[in-house]
């Protein structure tokens, strides 16, 4: 791995926050992150939420600025935050005013259930009467629901601080390492499971906007490659994607990935999702490239708005994979924000600066500028000099 931060030790750590496509022991990361010394045991306290339409009283577990919501009925196990070495360096502005967190488990036939839900409710959030815009987070491959409620809150209260972006609620399904697949044998539909119940139970419960045109979706990693997906797919549901490095190959067919872009990924682990063997067509039909391939003109023409990033370290060679869908995007005309970092790994400390750039362009989706005014000369000049070529008539 080039240019590590915190040796093997940190890399299963941040693997456990969602920052990479491969397995680890979780049980593990939680001895090394609490020292192997006992979970801290939290005290709890019951209290109804408004808005919660079914009447069920919600457990409040308080920890520290987070608050964690646990419906009655599905307990589980006493919650301890897990501290985390993203924590050094997201971390909200001085004087940020702070969100609250709040985690529901939801039942499902699309997926394994109780599934825990993180939502971010932003600072004011229960004095506005205006409802907030969405922002679904995905996270990476091994991580789960406290990739938000543990260690991007801080940086979404900053991005709110300094005015980087608008607040909004933001949510977080824990996702394994399901690829946000629909998986090919029916056996799990996480794709369905986002789109057709995380989204709504969030608009029915939260004073949220409803409309696309508020609801964004963004993502690193393997929450990067889902999120491109859903967007690809579905580009009339959101106003823009995000991906930070997405966990994506360069290649339009499965068996043109080299092993360079598929180490950290077994055979078995594709089968499992895409058929076994691994049907074709069905890895086609859910590759973003392919996808941007299919259909050039509905993504043209659908608004959504599109953001790419990766560093050109990056330990996975994720590089390769987000170059090769920009420069799709960039043949087919399609309109998107591209940024490849000098210097940059899958891990390291610029990963919330990188946050911050994506939170800015989420934030231009929401609130559109106004048309630049400046520019009609200009386009005046380049068009007097195009009809001068021969370019147009």
Known sequence: MRNPVFGLAGLVLWCGAGFADVPIAMAQVERMNQGGGPARQLAVGTMGIPGNSSGATTTLVAAGPTTVAREQGNPGAPIAPNVDP????????????????????????????????????????????????????LHGGGGDHTFLSDRMKGLFEQAWAQGVLERAVVVTPSAGRSFYLDY???????????????????RKRFNVRADAGNTVITGISMGGMGSLRMAFKYPQRFAAVAALEPGIAPAMSFDAIELQDRF??????????????????YWKANNPANIVDGNPAALRTSGLKIYLEVGDEDAFNLHRGTEFLHRKLFDAGISHEYRYIDGADHLGNTISTRFMYAFAYLNQALNPPPADDTLQSLHRYIRQLERQAGLVE
């Not at 986002?194 to 139970?201: H, Q, R, T, Y």
């Not at 950290?264 to 067509?281: H, I, M, N």
Request: hydrophobic share 45%.
């Open 264 to 281: 950290w990924r077994s055979q078995a682990l594709f089968e499992e999702r895409y058929g076994k063997p691994v049907d074709r067509d």
């Open 86 to 137: 993203l924590s050094t360096f997201i971390r909200p502005a001085a004087g940020a005013p702070a969100g609250n967190i709040e985690i529901h488990e939801l039942q499902s036939e699309l997926v394994p259930a109780p599934v825990p839900v993180a939502v971010l409710l932003p600072p004011g959030y229960g004095a506005s009467k205006a409802p907030f815009p969405l922002v679904i987070l």
């Open 184 to 202: 090919r044998d029916g056996s799990q539909r996480w794709e369905t499971f986002v789109l057709e119940e995380v989204i709504p139970f969030v």
